[in-house]
């Protein structure tokens, strides 16, 4: 909610030579059609600024991931008191990374008031995902060395301890030595590839994309079956199929992104929306869709396709995050 808050005062506030930066060159018609929202005066950034206060007792558990959202309200206000949103999100940030393993790697669930980790699982998924994504993604939006520092270690140690030996998949592993610890991924690891992108990891990343057309939500890739066979509308693959194709512009992830919308619209498709899938590959639909399906999956597919869009055609540090809803 925080961040759809912040990037929607962005848009409403700001011409679109502000959003790409001045030294970017502006083509005039696209400055014209993609101009400040008349009548705005801020009302989102309210909204966000009361949201975030309401939110600042939650760092009292000194752990978390919440730094773009935070960071970017700090910003949007030249005033010291505000800083204090950024600071309690670094602060959080931070205190898991101190708590990392000598391979530099982090668990999965901690107990916050001792820092003791109590699941030593290691991997990119669920847990772990969002951690790795701001880290990177922070580096680019802030520009702070140290968030690239962090980031930069944290991939290493992923690149030599989670990755499989084949690079298609990444293992969950023990935080202490390394050693395997489950045979199965779940369904949010499907956003690495797109960090990697961002990352400059471009051959790794072609090689982990998953090729599925839904993803459940966990796989175990030794007896080639699904754990949890459940699919909530996830973006990350689509997320992953959008920065591949941006990277490379090899139709091949056009096509992918195209059996995946033939497929929401055959299988998931409802009178008033789109429905869960119980399962992979059966038809009985859960009736929920999650914010996420409109804010990333559906956002991910428009800007796939719709290659002229301004935000494929202007080379800037624009990060779409997954808590933009």
């Known amino acids: 909610m925080l961040g759809g808050l912040v990037s929607a ?21 696209d400055a014209e059609k993609y101009s400040k929202m008349v009548g705005y005066n801020g009302e989102l950034l309210n909204l966000a600024e009361d949201l975030g ?20 309200l700090s910003r949007l206000f030249n005033h010291s008191d505000y800083q204090i949103f950024e600071k309690k999100a670094k602060k959080a940030l931070t205190y898991l990374w101190d708590r990392r393993s000598p391979l530099n790697l982090l668990g999965n669930t901690i107990e916050i008031d001792s820092g003791v980790w109590l699941q030593k699982l290691s991997g990119i998924g669920a847990g772990a995902d969002s951690f790795y994504e701001y880290l990177l993604k922070s580096y680019i939006l802030f520009g702070d060395p140290e968030y690239y520092t962090m980031f930069e270690k944290a991939y290493k140690a992923i690149m030599t301890f989670n990755k499989d ?12 030595n ?11 690891s499907a956003f690495f590839p797109g960090l990697q992108v ?77 429905g869960s899938m119980q399962a992979v590959g059966s038809t009985t639909l859960d009736p ?16 796939l396709f719709d290659e002229e869009n301004v935000f494929n055609r202007y080379q800037t540090n624009f990060i779409y995050t997954t808590e933009g809803h």
């Open 288 to 303: 929920r869709m999650e914010s996420f399906f409109l804010s990333e999956t559906l956002k991910y597919l428009y800007l």
């Open 198 to 274: 961002l990352a400059g990891d471009l051959d790794n990343a072609i090689k982990s994309h998953f090729r599925f057309r839904a993803f459940p939500e966990r796989f175990d890739f030794v007896n080639k079956m699904a754990n949890i066979g459940h699919y909530p509308l996830r973006p990350e693959l689509i997320e992953s199929t959008y920065f591949l194709y941006q990277a490379t512009k090899n139709p091949f992830y056009l096509e992918v992104g195209a059996v995946i919308l033939d497929d929401l619209n055959r299988q998931t498709r409802t009178s008033c929306g789109f």
């Open 178 to 188: 390394g050693s395997q610890m489950t045979n199965w991924v779940d369904s949010l």
């Open 9 to 29: 005062h962005h848009l409403a506030s700001k011409d679109l030579q502000e959003l790409v930066g001045s030294s970017e060159y502006v083509n005039p018609s």
């Open 165 to 176: 030996d084949n690079g298609y998949f990444y293992k969950n592993v023990d935080m202490d």
């Open 53 to 72: 206060e309401r939110l600042l007792p939650a760092f009292e558990t000194r752990a978390g991931t919440l730094l773009m959202e935070f960071g970017s």
